[in-house]
């Protein structure tokens, strides 16, 4: 029988040959669109899965680059890449932690919080999403972009490709995950596959935190 690989010996091999890049080129088609929908802020902003932090970086020096970016992921060994990439920025703190088991600072709160590709590696996803809803502002949004979900076939053999566990979750799903957790305005779409082969895009679902 073979073992299962942990997420996080997925992402720390990954760091240190060529997926981490390949990520980011294949990643970032569907960043940059969600990104196009985050205002200028002097807030602060969260990442969670910052992968070798090419988006953080992004997002550091554009619409926060007055505010303060904070970035999780669970591979030490990727927060080593993204530590690299963005240390001539001043307004990032990264550190390498499960967010499931992340202790945020009780003063610590977020206008944006932004995902892609994470969420379905957590045991319950739901989970996730209200400790995400937990540390957001009163207004503050959550973005949620994934590409393992119910619709789109074609990611369904990813948990055996990896032999890593992976939690399918529909469209609505996401949609209902969102609303349960008290988020409003949920609104969901489908941005265009980077591979022109494939048959989905990645899926965004967001929603606003109100009180």
């Known amino acids: 029988m073979v073992k299962t690989k942990s997420v996080k010996d997925v992402f720390d091999s990954w760091a240190q040959d060529s997926h981490a890049e390949g990520m980011e080129q294949s990643h970032w088609f569907s960043v940059k669109q969600a990104f196009k929908t985050i205002p200028q802020s002097a807030g602060n902003y969260l990442e969670i899965g910052v992968g070798n932090g090419y988006s953080v970086h992004h997002i550091a020096t554009h619409q926060f680059s007055k505010g303060m970016c904070y970035g999780l992921d669970i591979s030490s060994h990727m927060i080593k890449r993204a530590k690299e990439k963005t240390k001539l920025l001043t307004n990032v703190r990264l550190s390498d932690v499960n967010f499931l088991e992340w202790d945020n600072p ?35 949004i959550l973005m949620v972009l994934v590409n393992y979900y119910r619709e789109n076939t074609s990611s369904h053999t990813w948990p055996e490709e990896l032999n890593t566990p992976m939690v399918l979750w529909s469209q609505e799903d996401y949609k209902n995950g969102f609303i349960k957790a008290g988020l409003q305005d949920v609104k969901q779409e489908i941005i265009l596959p980077y591979n022109p082969t494939e048959k989905m895009g990645t899926l965004l679902t967001r929603g606003i935190r109100t009180e």
Not at 109 to 128: A, H, K, L
Request: aromatic share 18%; no cysteine.
């Open 106 to 140: 009780p003063d610590l709160r977020f206008s944006i919080i932004f995902s892609m590709e994470v969420f379905y590696y957590f045991p319950d996803i739901q989970i996730g999403i209200e400790k995400a809803v937990s540390v957001l502002h009163d207004s503050g």
